[in-house]
């Protein structure tokens, strides 16, 4: 069931690609950008990464941060870090704790056939850990703008 804004965010403590832990209330009083991609180095995930990490300056100038949620493991997202020269940090989640409990694992359809996988997703999370704007379905192009400009709006800049 996906999250819906006012929530609290579910817990998790996953590993990042340095194999650190984080959970949520490491990013208390700021806000913070979370989205659930499939899998690293493939092309839409991969130009998602490209294009949140191209703003992660213009996130951070309004306080805010970014993180992406996969299955893949630590090693993969080192190598997708450094292969794309991506910013962001990127973490671990290959028994999908957070991607099941925010909404973004399940039944998938790709030329006609059935299976259990990512839903693409992104929350925006507020400084005292509650959503404010979720989106489901997220189709790639122009996505990460569409994210940086609700921030914007919610911070009246």
């Known amino acids: 069931m996906a999250l819906t804004p006012g929530e609290s965010v579910p817990g998790f403590l996953l590993e990042d690609e340095q194999q650190r832990l984080v959970r949520p209330e490491d990013f208390r009083g700021r806000w ?14 991969t130009q998602e990464a490209r294009d949140f990490s191209c703003l992660l300056e213009d996130f951070r100038a309004l306080g805010a941060e970014i993180v992406g949620v996969s299955p893949d493991k630590p ?13 962001l940090r990127l973490l671990s989640d290959p028994e999908h704790v957070l991607l099941e ?54 911070l009246g800049r």
């Open 101 to 154: 409990s925010w909404g973004a694992w399940g039944l998938k359809k790709l030329m006609g056939r059935e299976f259990q996988g990512v839903k693409r997703s992104t929350w925006l999370v507020d400084p005292a850990g509650t959503l404010a704007e979720v989106w489901t379905g997220v189709k790639v192009k122009g996505h990460a703008e569409a994210v940086l400009a609700s921030l914007r709006a919610r």
């Open 75 to 87: 090693a993969s997202h080192r190598k997708f870090i450094d292969g794309q020269g991506l910013g």
């Open 32 to 45: 913070w950008v979370c989205y659930a991609y499939p899998k690293d180095n493939t092309p839409g995930c």
